[in-house]
């Protein structure tokens, strides 16, 4: 497209600020306590509302779908990591990426950009704007910090502006006490002792500092660029909410009783206090901002909090930490087309399309998003944008320059102990260094579609890659399951099991040998321990899927029961055994099961169901009704439920009330046997009475 062929094109910037895991659910609950004014402006006098994700919950994939509209498979960026021409594991590269991102294709429309600390954005690219990239800050996973003089040709497009604000680049040592003490309670002298040991992922004060570092790295450089290089769009990436979130969700209100008061009294308040930086960089993007400017604030996803908590670790250092994502994120835009009010429906996809059409630029048809109304003006005009057949055009991905790979590399130890990547499993070829997961989080992705064919092609080659992969080993028995494709599950699962049992065994001698030793050690060791019984959890939860879905209820309850032995904080567990317990006739233990799951989510829209019906099973009509109707307020149109609603009523004698249940559910759906059945029943008792 050239540049004359723009339409609509709108006379105001417009900024978008990416915070990693920015919780809608957190974020009221610290508005109603007056902590975050201008996320409450925001609120108050825009747009807001959940923005749904995809699994898997990978930070870099779901950022890059963001950016570019594009479904993982398209775009290419599948994982934190990647590797250079040596084949050293490095932060994923924009050389990756598969396909245009926002940046490129309104560059070639003529419209001005600004990208800053956005995930796989080294090496820079050449655009019209700026491109300040994820390696201008110190890395979250770099072994060793880069040099200016050895990088920063490559970490920031032009080459001349990396240099100007290299001044705002904080380095790690310099936060000190003075920096800390509004996010942890700690006196001075306790700091200084903190500080004055070396540097350690697994020290929780020692990792905050070098997440703070990074915030204030990339929050000066958007104000600097958005006062004195100011482009038509701005798009900014902050990780400090996630990376906070996992750090110290587990010391935030309420008081948990695993919780050392040393623990709480030091930590509790560090990741409210992330919230309000938050909060206070809205207000400083928004101070440079007029009444025609637009800007809207996102995440990828949500977080667990509050009694959503999982009973293990939350820090990356110490598990999966993609356990602890929601895959509600948030979004919330203020500006002159913005219409006040709650947001609905909204994805990560609709994002890109959603910012090309209020810049006066075409989506493409390869863009699976819609254009949403509420951030363009009305739904009317959303719909009659024209979309291109695609974007793609001559795009070709950077070339990955000639590094030193002593200058980025990852430590390999500590990337193992993080959560959300692992270092082993690389082959090369076709001249090119293939990373497992990769093809593990791609499986993962058409799982959540619930294309299992396609999924279980990508743990094949996932395993082909490194054969003894536990977790393609994992989902390689859970899709066979699902594809019915039981004998295969059967011997597949006996293999992984036991796999598993053997490596927690290895695992508890080397936890007994060294408990008093190593602190440190000691608790990756039990999370190493902890995340072998959650993949043996996993696999007893697939037999368990596996024996329900041949009508072994008994056999059901059997596997769920120790699956949730080992995971008992995992609500699809939880559902599955709550509902088989019914089924088997152990009401008593389904509504204790099911009961327990509400606790933990009150909306669980099946929970809520299958409690109403172990209810009506064991006639108590009246227990059931609050959950019947909670369910008839969410879906006025599901037949299905109004029939129980009236069934609910049906076992308290109350045949009226009944019968108009059940004559609701066949104005819905006539052909529903069981309604019309009840409905005859009570008919033919009413002639004979």
């Not at 409450?40 to 747009?47: D, I, Q, T």
């Not at 623990?263 to 206090?273: H, M, V």
């Not at 070709?396 to 590399?409: E, F, G, Q, V, Y």
Request: hydrophobic letters at 35%; charged letters at 25%; one cysteine or more.
């Amino acid at each position: 497209m050239a540049c004359s062929e723009r339409k609509n094109v709108r006379s105001g910037k417009i900024v978008v600020l990416g915070m990693d895991a920015l919780d809608l659910k957190i974020l009221r609950e610290l508005i109603a306590q007056n902590r975050l004014p201008a996320f409450k402006r925001l609120m108050e006098n825009g747009v807001y509302g959940e923005l749904r994700s995809y699994h898997p919950l990978v930070s870099p994939i779901i950022w890059t779908t963001i950016a570019t509209g594009r479904t993982p498979d398209a775009h290419g960026i599948l994982d934190f990591m990647g590797y250079d021409k040596n084949g050293t594991p490095i932060d994923v590269p924009s050389s990756k990426r598969q396909c245009p991102a926002l940046w490129n294709i309104l560059s070639r429309s003529g419209i001005t950009c600004s990208v800053v600390g956005w995930y796989a954005t080294w090496p820079a690219e050449t655009i019209q704007g700026n491109v300040i990239s994820d390696r201008f800050a110190p890395s979250l996973y770099a072994d060793k910090q880069n040099q200016p003089e050895d990088i920063l040709p490559q970490m920031a497009f032009p080459e001349k502006l990396g240099y100007a604000l290299y001044d705002y680049r904080q380095d790690y040592s310099q936060i000190g006490y003075a920096e800390l003490s509004p996010y942890i309670r700690l006196n001075e002298e306790e700091c200084r002792k903190i500080l004055a040991t070396p540097f350690s992922f697994y020290d929780r004060v020692h990792f905050f500092r070098l997440i703070l570092s990074r915030t204030e790295t990339y929050a000066g450089v958007l104000l600097n660029l958005i006062k004195n290089h100011p482009t038509d769009l701005t798009l900014a990436y902050f990780d400090a909410t996630d990376s906070a979130a996992h750090l110290f969700i587990q010391e935030r209100p309420p008081h948990q009783p695993q919780i050392s008061d040393e623990d709480y009294a030091r930590f509790s308040n560090s990741l409210d206090a992330v919230y309000e930086r938050m909060d206070r960089l809205v207000q400083e993007v928004q101070n440079f901002l007029g009444e025609s400017d637009t800007l809207i604030v996102l995440s990828d996803h949500g977080f667990r909090s509050g009694e959503e908590r999982l009973k293990r670790s939350s820090l990356t250092t110490m598990g999966p930490a993609v356990l602890w994502h929601r895959i509600e994120g948030t979004i919330m835009a203020r500006g002159p087309a913005i219409q006040k009010g709650e947001i609905q429906n909204a994805s990560v996809y609709d994002v890109a399309p959603t910012l090309l059409a209020m810049m006066g630029v075409p989506p493409s048809q390869e863009m699976p998003g819609k254009i949403l109304p509420e951030l363009t003006g009305s739904k009317g005009k959303a719909q009659a944008i024209a979309r291109m057949p695609d974007w793609d055009g001559d795009y070709r991905p950077p070339t990955l320059p000639d590094t030193r790979s002593s200058d980025h590399s990852f430590d390999k130890e500590r990337l193992q102990a993080l959560g959300y990547a692992a270092a082993e499993g690389k082959r090369k070829e076709g001249g090119k260094w293939e990373n497992v997961n990769d093809y593990f989080n791609l499986a993962i992705y058409y799982e959540f579609r619930e294309e299992y064919e396609k999924a279980l092609g990508e743990i094949d080659r996932a395993l082909s890659v490194d054969p003894h992969h536990r977790s393609s080993l994992g989902t390689k028995c859970r899709l066979l399951t699902r594809m019915n494709r039981f004998e295969e599950a059967v011997t597949e699962i006996a293999k992984v099991e036991t796999i598993l049992k053997k490596e927690m065994a290895t695992a508890e001698s080397d936890l007994e040998r060294n408990k008093e030793a190593d602190s440190i050690k000691t608790e990756l060791i039990q999370a190493r321990l902890d995340a072998e019984r959650i993949g043996l959890s996993e696999i007893y939860h697939n037999q368990g899927e596996m024996e329900y879905q041949q009508n072994h209820f008994e056999k059901a309850v059997e596997s769920f029961s120790r699956s949730l032995e080992l995971a008992p904080d995992n609500m699809e567990t939880m559902y599955n055994l709550g509902v088989c317990c019914g089924i088997s006739g152990q009401y008593d233990k389904a509504v204790e099961l099911l009961t327990g799951l509400l606790k933990l989510d009150p909306q669980h829209a099946k929970g809520r169901q299958s409690l109403a019906v172990t209810y009506l099973r064991t006639n108590r009509g009246a227990s059931a009704r609050p959950l019947l109707e909670s369910l008839v307020s969410d879906k006025p149109d599901d037949a299905n439920i109004l029939y129980l609603l009236g069934e609910s009523y049906r076992t308290e004698q109350n045949f009226e009330k009944a019968r108009e249940w059940y004559e609701k559910a066949l104005q819905i759906d006539p052909n529903l046997a069981k309604a019309k059945q009840k409905l005859e029943a009570l008919t033919e008792e009413k002639s004979t009475r």
